[in-house]
Structures are given as C-alpha cells and as structure tokens.
C-alpha cells in the first residue's frame, strides 16, 4: 500500500480534513475531503487514509455523521467508525443499501484509494434537512456525478459543502457514468443558494462569483460542442479542437474517465464503456 497523507484545514468555524494517497515520488494523486462543521461530520475518506483520518479528526466534536453518497473514496472510515467507536452514520436509502454491498472496483482505484468494507449505515427520516445542536442544514439534491449524491447547506452560515459534484477545470475529465448537463443543473441550484463559501472535494473553499465564472465556463464549452457536432464533427474531434489532446487519465482509468466522456455528456449522447467493472 501507498503512503498517505492527511491534511487539517480550519476555514472560519469549518475544519476540512484532506487526504490524499501518495504516488512513489511522495506527491498527492488525487485530494478527497471530510469536513466538520457545529457538530456535522460530513464524509470519511478513502480507506487507505482511515486510520490516520481517524487519528487527526476529534470525535469528542461529532454529534452527527452523514455521508454525501456511497463512492469508496468518501467511506473509507465508516466501517470502524460504526464497529470499533460505535457512532452511527446516516445516509439516503440508496446510499446505505449500496454501502451494505461489496462492489466491485477497477485496479488503479484500489490502489489509490482501497476497498471499503461494507457497513450498515442509518436511513435518514427526513432528506430535506439535517439538525445537530448547533446548526441546521439543508439537503440538497445534487445529480451529476452520481444520482444519489447530496450536499449539504448550513442555513445560518451560508456554508454549501458538495462533494464530487465539480467538473475538474484543470483536467476536464468527468467518468463515463456521470452526466455534465446535470452537473450545469446542479451548479444553478448552488448558485440560487447564494453561498458565502463553497467547500468542495479536493479541499478547495470557493466563493458564489468563482461559481458562476464556473457556470459560464462549461456553459460555453457545452455551446462550442454543440456548434462543433451540428458542423459535422464527431465527440473525438470536438475534444481535439477544444482541448488539443486527449487526458492521461483515459488511458490511467481503460477509458472510464476522459475528455471525449465530458463532450458526450455535454451533447446528451450515450456514454462508451469499455470495461466490465462498474462503480
């Protein structure tokens, strides 16, 4: 097993706990974030960084835990946390019944993140909000990356805390499952929300103006393929003339995870899946 590492970042009265596996040169591959905020700990990491998460989060300070959706990145510690320190995890009906299962995963994500053990997560009686104490939060429906995912509102702070819902800028990749149109979708519902900050998954804290120069960003991507696939070109091509070249992460992934899959998606075409093991 890789070396990981795990960061804690205050930001105001929120505490984010980033943690990433690192490749054999000692650097990052990929961030993934919890967060704790008046009592709500949101998210539990990947389970190759579950013991040192545990050891750095204070769970003296956790009334509440829930998770955003079942993905093996983002429950990594749940697992002992309900079986060894016996804190209970809420989470929608389809989450907790896809956390029950043992699901298959494809190599490269077993070695960056590992294979969580399953775990009997709580139903949430009520998937509008969530209450600890301290604060109250909004749930909110946020499809795109996958259709159980939900993110979470602090209506007093004006804090949005949303995982996995981003298009990444840097690479403009997404997985040959997600859907972009419903991802732009999301991004408008956050941005009617009017936010102070935006925690996101990688750690980074974002404000309403960087969203909306988000929104307009994809926006027009989404607009230049359309022009593009309506002059004749095809996905492949599109990708070419907008991004140069294709991702590295294609060929990491089998291709699951690539530009050409975020040109389909934001032309509404079917995905192409070349591999038996689905997440």
């Known amino acids: 097993m890789l070396d990981v590492k795990v960061e804690r970042i205050q930001k105001n009265s929120a505490k984010i706990f980033r943690m990433s596996t690192l490749d054999p040169q000692n650097k990052p591959i990929l961030w993934v974030s919890s967060y704790l905020i008046d009592g709500l700990l949101i998210d539990f990491g990947h389970p190759h960084a579950k013991d040192e998460f545990l050891r750095v989060v204070n769970l003296d300070e956790v009334e509440k835990c ?21 804190i209970p995890i809420f989470a929608t009906k389809e989450t907790a019944f896809l956390s029950r299962c043992r699901i298959n995963i494809p190599p490269e994500r077993m070695i960056t993140w590992g294979i969580p053990n399953p775990f009997e997560a709580k139903i949430l009686s009520n998937t509008k909000t969530i209450k600890t104490k301290k604060a109250k939060f909004k749930i909110i429906h946020s499809p795109g990356h996958c259709k159980n995912l939900i993110s979470f509102f602090h209506l ?13 800028e840097d690479q403009n990749v997404i997985f040959n499952w997600e859907n972009a149109l419903k991802m732009l979708e999301t991004f408008q519902i956050f941005k009617s929300l009017n936010p102070k900050y935006i925690f996101l998954e990688n750690g980074r804290v974002i404000t309403v103006n960087e969203l909306d120069k988000l929104i307009n960003f994809w926006t027009k ?6 022009k593009l696939y309506k002059n004749g070109l095809n996905p492949r091509k599109i990708m070419k003339t907008i991004f140069g070249k294709e991702s590295w992460l294609k060929t990491a992934t089998g291709g699951d995870m690539s530009r050409e899959n975020l040109i389909r998606s934001l032309l509404g075409l079917p995905a192409v899946f070349k591999r038996k093991i689905r997440k």
């Open 66 to 86: 829930v998770l955003s959706h079942h993905h093996e990145d983002h429950i990594g510690a749940c697992h002992d946390l309900i079986n060894k320190h016996d």
């Open 156 to 168: 007093e702070k004006k804090y949005l805390f949303s995982t996995d819902s981003f298009i990444s």
């Open 221 to 226: 991507i989404k607009i230049k393929s359309q």
